[in-house]
């Protein structure tokens, strides 16, 4: 048995989880995050857990046991705690500000890169060199969070750029001049 799969799901106060279909409904207050479930995964609410079952011992089944568990188990950690990624920015002259709902971004451009935040995602700048992404939908954190990372990637020369605040940059050794030889 798929050694996440198997393992049960404790809903925690104040989170209402509702099977309805193949959906998973996950409420927290206004919070609201839904999860469409594979036909052959069967997803029970049993004493205050969620149970992830699968009907046969085959490959696919085995892959989409441990996936389900987990994309409910987001959504639960998602609403109690929430996610987040750090981005910090590099380079003289780069910095972000916030404007509103609005990241405005200064990375070497002749003009300022602006990005609304999408719905359900919160964008903080605590300092110039930093932002920080945070929502409950795992995947639209890390996605936006990638989006902003690509106006300026990191350069692999200087270090230049938007980088995840765990990211290691390995830079290159850049040309050497051969001044002098073969004159």
Excluded: C, W
């Excluded at 919070?31 to 011992?57: A, C, F, W, Y």
């Amino acid at each position: 048995m798929s050694r996440i799969g198997r393992m049960p799901i404790a809903i925690p106060a104040g989170v209402e989880v509702k099977i309805e279909d193949q959906i998973v409904t996950v409420k927290r207050g206004k919070d609201v995050l839904t999860q469409k479930i594979h036909p052959d995964m069967t997803v029970k609410i049993e004493d205050q857990n969620i149970v992830v079952s699968r009907p046969s011992d085959e490959k696919k089944h085995r892959e989409l046991h441990g996936l389900t568990r987990s994309l409910v188990n987001n959504m639960i950690v998602g609403l109690s705690e929430g996610f987040a990624k750090n981005l910090e920015i590099n380079g003289v002259g780069y910095k972000a500000a916030k404007q509103g709902k609005k990241l405005v971004l200064n990375v070497g451009f002749s003009h300022p890169i602006e990005l609304e935040e999408p719905e359900g995602i919160t964008i903080d700048v605590p300092a110039a060199n930093r932002i920080i992404v945070k929502g409950a939908d795992k995947q639209m954190v890390g996605e936006t969070a990638a989006k902003i990372r690509a106006f300026r990637k990191p350069d692999p020369y200087k270090g230049k750029g938007i980088k995840y605040d765990f990211e290691v940059l390995r830079l290159k050794e850049g040309k050497t001049g051969a001044k002098g030889k073969g004159k």
